[in-house]
Every structure is written in C-alpha cells, then in structure tokens.
C-alpha cells in the first residue's frame, strides 16, 4: 500500500500550515499520492487526540452525491457533521466534479471553525472563478511523484545497493502505485502506467477541450517525450512533424502543450540570460514528470538518452525542493538550471552522465566559469569519485538525489 512511505517534506507542509485559516490545494498529476497524503495526514490529526468526528473526508470522483445534488446540499450536509465547539478537518479529494465547486469551497471557509484541504489534479483547478473567488485566501502544495529517497524507501525489502537500485528509478515509472506493481512483473506495471496515462489524456484534457485530432495530439506528446532536456518552440515542432508527414499547425501545437502542461503531464522551463538577468520568452525546454510514460509512448529503445532523462530527474527534484527554476544563458553557452531558493540566492548545475573524460568536463565546466558572481555552482553526475573543480562543487547525483535538505 501506497501509505507505508511517509511523504515527509508534503506532511511538514501540512504540519506547518494546519489550524491556520488558509485554504490548503494539493495540486497534481493523478495518481501522484494526493489521496494517500490526505490519508497519512487524517491519520496523524487522528493520533493527535482529535475525534473522529472532527474529521470529514469527501472524494468527488465516487459517485457519494445524487446529481441532483447542488453545492448547497453538500455544503449543508457537511455543516451538519460539524462540531461548533472544536476544529473541524474538511477534506475533499477533486471537488471540481461538482458545479459550482468553488462557492462549496468559499462557504466552508469562511467557518472559522473548519481547517480546509482541497485537491486537484489539473492547473485549471486554480484558474477562473476559483482563483477570482479565493485569491489570498489558499496556499498550493504541489505534489510529484516519488523522488529517489521515496523510491528507496519503497524498496526496503531488496538487496540491491543504491547505484542498483538508481539504475531502475532512471527508467521506471515513479507513480506510487506503479513502484508498488513492480514486483507484478513488468506487463502488469505498464497496464497501470498506460490505464493512468489515458485516464490523464481522456479526463483532464480530452473531456475538457474538443481535440478533432487524437492523432496529432498522440504524436505531439510523444514528440515531446522525445525531446525532454531540448530547447523547443512551437514553430519547430510544427517543422519537424511536417518534415515526418505529420502536418500539425504550430498553433495547434501551442494549444496542445498548453493542455498537456495544465494536466501536469509535462513541466515548461524558461530560459534566463544570466549576463543581461532577464528571462527570454522563446526557446523553451519541457520536462516529463515520470519517465515510465516515455518508455510506454516510445519504448525501451529510449534508454540510450541517458543524459536527457538524467536532466529530467534533477529538474524533478530541484522543483520537490521548491525551487524557482530557469535554464540559464551566458553568451553562446547554456547551464542546465538556475535556481533560486527559498532565500533568494542563487544556485547553478550542470548535469552530465560522466566528466572522467578531459573534453566533457572542460565542455561541462566552461558554462559555469563564465559566471562571474560567487554563488554555488555544482556538477552532477554519475561518477562514483568526485571533487570540487576550480571551485564548482562536482557530486554523485545519487548522493545529491539523497541529501537531506
């Protein structure tokens, strides 16, 4: 079961932010622990002492309300459970399934005796009425599925050391419930990735939007899953397909990232000239957020872009550990990532499959010299034996991927 691995950094979230009035959205892809993270969470309020009945537990995606059900009806049926006299813990998994879910939510707030968790699995959740409605009054945790340590953590019972055990994160699947479907055998794990990838495409995207062509918007999805870690535009992608007689209008392929990246399928990363401190507004990189549907949408033959998909999961974890993240600019070379942390400084990576070769760590390096300020710039890769390099700190992305923060 997904709930024997304590999401630790989302629970302290929860833990710093709960009985404050403020509206809690856990936000993310389907299937990425948002129920299972409610679940550890009531479990701890339960073991603080707090009665069962101050702990109220909604999933909009069952069907537990007629359909001639209105907000009213629901905001009035959970009312009545309430304790007046002691706070009361609202949790409601997908509530966008009801019209006009966003005046529920508003009403529960307003109770000063309600503390309200909320989850949803697209970025329109937060959009229109919703954000017009509660703007100031909710603060998002934004979930991805499991990172290295979790992985780890899953896999207590093996015998495989932590490079074995990076070598299958590298090219599995990292949703909870997959990982957990890992000793199934392999054909049951891609029934689940693909049931949870057509779930993605058919309720958050298909249903929401009038797709005439599933063709093209397969195409492009798994032209972007190719292209993970490679500055793209519109415009090229629209070039490249025609040139594969794929013909699809790069304005169509503007929509159809735009859908993709709300249903947090894919991450869009700007780029950022690092001498003139600007962010540029073309030539973006898209990152995939669980590796196991690219190898579902393009196949094994995949594994030689190792250095792309090592890319993808730092820009994965450099995002769990809240960072602002660009690729950076200087000159005519590019760093991997800039980020800003929670204090405002700076950070700079390079991220490389190896730097034992003389070329490829002078290739590597050169970006990151030619930054004249003093913040910390690092190199991760998957060599076992590292050292610092003309003041940029080189470490093993295993033991960076394991650092506690």
């Known amino acids: 079961m997904n709930h024997l691995i304590n999401r630790q950094n989302y629970i302290q979230q929860l833990e710093k932010l709960k009985d404050k009035h403020i509206i809690k959205v856990i936000t993310g892809l389907r299937r990425s622990g948002k129920s299972t993270l409610f679940e550890i969470f009531i479990q701890q309020i339960r073991d603080s002492g707090v009665s069962a009945r101050n702990v109220q537990q909604y999933n909009f995606e069952k069907p537990i309300y007629p359909q001639e059900y209105t907000w009213r009806d629901i905001y009035k ?8 006299d002691n706070m009361n813990y609202i949790f409601l998994d997908e509530p966008q399934q009801i019209s006009e879910f966003e005046r529920l939510i508003d009403a529960l707030y307003v109770e000063r005796y309600i503390d309200l968790y909320v989850t ?37 019972d093996t015998t495989m050391n932590k490079y074995e055990l990076f070598n299958h994160y590298l090219y599995e699947t990292s949703l909870p419930q997959g990982v957990f479907l890992r000793n199934q055998g392999t054909d049951i794990q891609n029934m689940y990735i693909q049931d949870v990838y057509n779930t993605i495409v058919e309720k958050d995207i ?37 040139q594969d007689r794929q013909a699809i209008h790069h304005n169509t392929v503007e929509k159809y990232i735009e859908y993709l990246v709300s249903a947090y399928v894919f991450y869009q990363v700007n780029r950022f000239d690092i001498k ?29 872009d190792v250095g792309h998909i090592l890319e993808n999961i730092v820009y994965l974890e450099l995002n769990r550990r809240g960072y602002q993240i660009w690729i950076g600019k200087i000159g005519e070379y590019e760093v991997d990532f800039i980020v800003k942390n929670a204090l405002n400084k700076f950070e700079y990576y390079q991220v490389a499959w190896s730097i034992t070769d003389p070329k490829t760590a002078e290739r590597e390096i050169r970006p990151l010299k030619s930054i004249s300020d003093n913040y910390p710039k690092y190199i991760l890769s998957t060599d076992i034996i590292t050292a610092e390099i003309e003041g940029i700190e080189h470490i093993n992305i295993v033991d960076w991927l394991l650092k506690k923060e």
């Open 276 to 304: 003139g401190k600007q962010q540029l507004a073309t030539q973006e990189k898209y990152y995939l957020v669980d590796i196991g549907f690219r190898n579902l949408k393009l196949g094994k033959f995949q594994y030689q």
């Open 206 to 242: 298909r249903q929401r939007y009038t797709i005439q062509n599933s063709r093209s918007f397969d195409n492009l999805s798994k032209f972007l899953m190719g292209a993970i870690g490679s500055v793209v535009s519109p415009n090229n992608i629209s070039k490249a397909m025609k």
């Open 77 to 84: 049926d959970i009312l009545a459970k309430t304790d007046k």
């Open 120 to 156: 949803g699995s697209n970025a329109y959740f937060l959009s229109g009425d919703l954000a017009t409605l509660l703007s100031g009054r909710y603060i998002t945790i934004h979930i991805l599925p499991f990172s290295f340590a979790e992985f780890c953590e899953s896999q207590k």
